[in-house]
């Protein structure tokens, strides 16, 4: 039996070093295990340089994403009737669907009006905030993670954004680190999303209205950017957002770490599954542990952390009425070196 599972061993080792299918498995590994906190785990899998030399591609690769100047048009339906009541006006301004594939199961949210949506924030200073509190605490219809967030030894508090944050037309964060563009993902006043790679003065220039700073852009003027599953950045939780050219806007939540129940999507998935519902454009937003989505007051997934929803910097939040929804900057006056990302 031992001399059995000794030469089962050599084999398999074979299989993972000598052959093309080998190494892709390899590979998906170390991707899925660079988007968790266990990233240096990697090494142990293709060793140090390749996993440093992956890292790089991922980025170039992501910037060049970012690069191409989207040049999609929306078409806003008409407003909808008077007489029709609150709750059908409601139906119609979020609809949520179930959504699968091959290990993974999630929810694509669907809101038919892009200007009703608006960037949540923290209520509280030095502190973020689940996007379930947000939504309860502002009204919201409905609410989804955002952007990044510094997080020490993956026990951040959720307060430090990562680059830029803006809201209602304002920049309410920015650490750029030097840099003169970012790629941002959100909307313009018209409701248009907008994604990619900008410099802060073109955002502006753009009417940007609500964005957070988050990679890569995977949909631009009705394209996919990723060829095939082997360049989806491994297998995680993810949370994306696109946009149809009537308008209407999709948040796309897919679960993952929780075998027996959803072990994750790559982004080539998230992709093919955006393209089917319609998106001439997409992009990445935060996910792993951070993957949340909320209707009426409702977690609708299952958060992949132990410890349940994560403290957000960041949420995109759907309301009914966001011209009285008020939204102070919680930042305000509050550089980044002034910020303890690891202190609560």
Do not use: C
Request: charged share 25%.
């Amino acid at each position: 039996m031992t001399f059995t599972a000794f030469w089962v061993g050599i084999a398999g080792l074979g299989w993972l070093f000598l052959t093309e299918s080998g190494n892709n498995f390899r590979f998906l590994m170390a991707d899925t295990l660079i988007t968790t906190q266990h990233r240096h785990w990697a090494k142990y899998i293709i060793g140090q340089e390749a996993l440093d030399q992956r890292v790089k591609e991922y980025q170039n690769r992501f910037n060049e994403m970012g690069e191409e100047r989207d040049s999609h048009t929306i078409k806003l339906p008409a407003a909808e009737v008077a007489e029709e009541s609150a709750a059908d006006q409601e139906k119609q301004l979020v609809e949520i669907e179930k959504v699968s594939g091959t290990g993974f199961s999630g929810y694509l949210m669907t809101v038919s009006d892009p200007t009703k949506i608006r960037l949540g924030v923290p209520a509280k200073g030095g502190k973020g905030e689940k996007v379930s509190s947000m939504v309860k605490r502002t009204g919201a219809i409905a609410g989804v993670n955002g952007g990044g967030f510094a997080d020490p030894n993956w026990k951040g508090n959720g307060f430090q954004p990562i680059g830029l944050v803006i809201s209602q037309g304002k920049v309410y964060y920015e650490d750029l680190g030097g840099k003169k563009s970012t790629q941002i993902v959100g909307i313009d006043g018209q409701g248009k999303m907008v994604a990619g790679r900008y410099s802060l003065a073109e955002i502006k220039s753009m009417g940007v209205k609500e964005a957070v700073s988050f990679q890569p852009r995977i949909i631009v003027n009705g394209k996919g950017l990723i060829k095939n599953a082997k360049d989806g950045w491994g297998i995680a939780p993810r949370t994306a957002m696109g946009q149809r050219e009537d308008g209407a806007i999709m948040f796309l939540v897919i679960d993952g770490r929780q075998p027996g129940h959803s072990i994750g999507a790559n982004l080539y998935d998230v992709q093919q599954i955006m393209l089917k519902h319609g998106a001439v454009i997409a992009a990445n937003l935060d996910g792993g542990s951070s993957t949340v989505l909320v209707k009426d007051n409702e977690i609708m997934n299952k958060p992949s952390s132990e410890h349940g929803e994560r403290y957000l910097p960041t949420a995109f939040l759907v309301f009914e009425h966001p011209e009285s929804v008020d939204i102070p900057n919680i930042w305000s006056g509050l550089k980044p070196k002034d910020i303890d990302p690891a202190k609560w």
